[in-house]
């Protein structure tokens, strides 16, 4: 793909000049021309319940071959997802996360992250520094992360999770707060829970559960010597695999260390 891209944003910055967001109407593929006269600039406004100022008509092009160089250029990007105007995986997003601030998205427009106490994270929870939580995470209080990780699943009440883990899509760590449920559970480092996946009992360092696979405590577990278990009998145990043999239906235990990949270097560095 040979192409580039350009258009006029409202552009919002936080009170200390940091660029929020981009926010383009109509972005276009190609260079202005001249026949794309200039739009008259309205003056710079203040937002002083978001504690921000806006800018309109702002001049935005991008490479779409290069990586983005700043916030405003991939925001160009983004809306020419959003508007189709070009398909997914044909524009260069190389190190998105790096030139994109982390902001807060309120009814009122975005705010600095700063300014706000996030509604699904709550007063309480216990967020190590590089932690990223998601639209769809939720952290509660006296629960947490203990190291840079990623949440896009609800941590419940008592929970902690260890650095490198990451809590996926969806997934859900039962708490004690209500349902009955009495074990405190604890996430180990560099764990990965899959997409949708739930967990009754703790795990210890590099354990993956499987995408869509509920583990509650009492999950009969077959071992890789074919004896069985409960689940809790292996809470806290490292280095353990769990998924759902798609073929027996059984849920299974295998020692096999983690090998998904880490957390994205992007998203957590310099945290
Ligand atoms: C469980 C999981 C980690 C296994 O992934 P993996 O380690 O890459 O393993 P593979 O898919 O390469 O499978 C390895 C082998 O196990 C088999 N296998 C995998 N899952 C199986 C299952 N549920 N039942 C039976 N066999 C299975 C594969 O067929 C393959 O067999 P082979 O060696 O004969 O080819 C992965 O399926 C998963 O659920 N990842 C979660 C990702 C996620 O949700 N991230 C969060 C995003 S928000």
Redesign the pocket.
Same mark, same amino acid.
């Given at each position: 793909m040979d192409e580039s891209a350009w258009g006029y944003a409202v552009a919002t910055y936080a009170a200390d000049g940091v660029p929020l967001s981009f926010y383009f109407a109509e972005p276009r593929l190609g260079s202005p021309d001249a026949d794309d006269a200039a739009p008259a600039v309205p003056p710079e406004h203040q937002d002083p319940v978001r504690g921000v100022r806006i800018r309109s008509q702002v001049l935005v092009t991008a490479d779409l071959d290069l990586p983005p160089v700043d916030s405003a250029d991939a925001y160009l990007r983004l809306h020419l997802l959003s508007h189709r105007l070009v398909r997914p995986n044909t524009v260069n997003l190389d190190g998105i996360f790096k030139v994109l601030p982390n902001v807060g998205w309120t009814s009122l427009g975005p705010v600095a992250v700063s300014e706000i106490g996030a509604a699904r994270v709550r007063l309480g929870a216990h967020l190590a520094d590089g932690t990223t939580v998601m639209h769809e995470g939720f952290v509660n209080f006296n629960a947490g992360t203990l190291g840079p990780s990623m949440v896009?699943g609800r941590i419940s009440q008592g929970v902690v999770v260890g650095a490198g883990a990451?809590v996926?899509?969806g997934?859900s760590i039962m708490g004690t707060l209500s349902g009955g449920g009495t074990q405190v559970i604890s996430v180990g480092e560099r764990c990965?829970?899959?997409?949708? #996946?739930g967990l009754g009992i703790s795990l210890g360092d590099d354990c993956?559960v @499987?995408?869509?696979l509920y583990l509650t405590a009492g999950t009969i577990v077959t071992l890789p010597d074919g004896q069985r278990a409960k689940a809790r009998e292996l809470s806290g145990r490292a280095g353990l695999?769990f998924? +759902?043999? #798609?073929?027996t239906g059984s849920v @299974?235990a295998i020692t096999?260390p983690g +090998?998904?990949g880490s957390l994205s270097t992007d998203l957590h560095a310099g945290q």
């Amino acid at each position: 793909m040979d192409e580039s891209a350009w258009g006029y944003a409202v552009a919002t910055y936080a009170a200390d000049g940091v660029p929020l967001s981009f926010y383009f109407a109509e972005p276009r593929l190609g260079s202005p021309d001249a026949d794309d006269a200039a739009p008259a600039v309205p003056p710079e406004h203040q937002d002083p319940v978001r504690g921000v100022r806006i800018r309109s008509q702002v001049l935005v092009t991008a490479d779409l071959d290069l990586p983005p160089v700043d916030s405003a250029d991939a925001y160009l990007r983004l809306h020419l997802l959003s508007h189709r105007l070009v398909r997914p995986n044909t524009v260069n997003l190389d190190g998105i996360f790096k030139v994109l601030p982390n902001v807060g998205w309120t009814s009122l427009g975005p705010v600095a992250v700063s300014e706000i106490g996030a509604a699904r994270v709550r007063l309480g929870a216990h967020l190590a520094d590089g932690t990223t939580v998601m639209h769809e995470g939720f952290v509660n209080f006296n629960a947490g992360t203990l190291g840079p990780s990623m949440v896009e699943g609800r941590i419940s009440q008592g929970v902690v999770v260890g650095a490198g883990a990451d809590v996926g899509g969806g997934a859900s760590i039962m708490g004690t707060l209500s349902g009955g449920g009495t074990q405190v559970i604890s996430v180990g480092e560099r764990c990965l829970l899959g997409a949708n #996946s739930g967990l009754g009992i703790s795990l210890g360092d590099d354990c993956i559960v @499987e995408a869509g696979l509920y583990l509650t405590a009492g999950t009969i577990v077959t071992l890789p010597d074919g004896q069985r278990a409960k689940a809790r009998e292996l809470s806290g145990r490292a280095g353990l695999l769990f998924r +759902r043999n #798609s073929v027996t239906g059984s849920v @299974e235990a295998i020692t096999r260390p983690g +090998r998904w990949g880490s957390l994205s270097t992007d998203l957590h560095a310099g945290q």
